[in-house]
């Protein structure tokens, strides 16, 4: 097995990541399906995949939504630059943005911004009365770059397992 960082204990072996491979192309499959796909009895799925779900290589399952059809069409990726970074300011940022909930996901970065935002509004008019009343109204934005995503090219969940085997 590759080098990794794997919790103490029993590593993974090539049935945990097979199991890890179906449940993330459907996380819908039951564990007498996942059981049948892999050959094994449905005890033994369980007690595989509860063992996965322990260690938190499963943190979650959950239903991926069409943004158009919930009224989302317009993703926005907003880079930002803080104006100072102390703790004190870090943390605040982070606090703040968590409350928004037009932010989708938040990422600390490296290089020539601090943050990347990923937004979710429902139109252009929506996105710049979030840009204005919310998110330039938090303390410490520096600067805000907005990136409007045309069409998804690729879009997974899924992350590649080869290195864990």
């Keep these: 097995m590759a080098q990794n960082n794997l ?15 179906l449940l993330q192309r459907n996380a819908r ?25 322990r260690l938190g290589y499963i943190q979650g399952y959950v239903a991926l939504l069409d943004p158009r059809r919930i009224g989302q069409a317009l993703t926005v990726m907003a880079t930002i630059r803080l104006k100072e970074h102390s703790r ?5 940022f982070v606090e703040q943005v968590q409350k928004l909930p037009e932010v989708m996901e938040c990422y600390y970065v490296a290089g020539d911004f601090d ?14 009365q979030f840009l204005v009343k919310k998110l330039a109204g938090l ?10 995503i ?6 997974s969940t899924a992350y590649p397992l080869d290195a864990l085997l």
């Design 7 to 21: 919790p103490k204990g029993r590593p993974l072996d090539e049935l945990d990541v097979q199991i890890l491979q």
């Design 29 to 53: 499959l039951t564990n007498r399906e996942i059981a049948l796909q892999l050959g094994l009895s449905v005890t033994p799925t369980y007690e595989r995949i509860r063992r996965l779900e």
């Design 88 to 92: 004190e300011y870090l943390e605040q």
């Design 115 to 128: 943050y990347i935002l990923k937004v979710a509004v429902s139109d252009m008019d929506a996105y710049q």
């Design 139 to 148: 303390e410490n934005i520096g600067q805000v770059q907005s990136h409007f």
């Design 150 to 155: 045309m069409m998804d090219i690729k879009k």
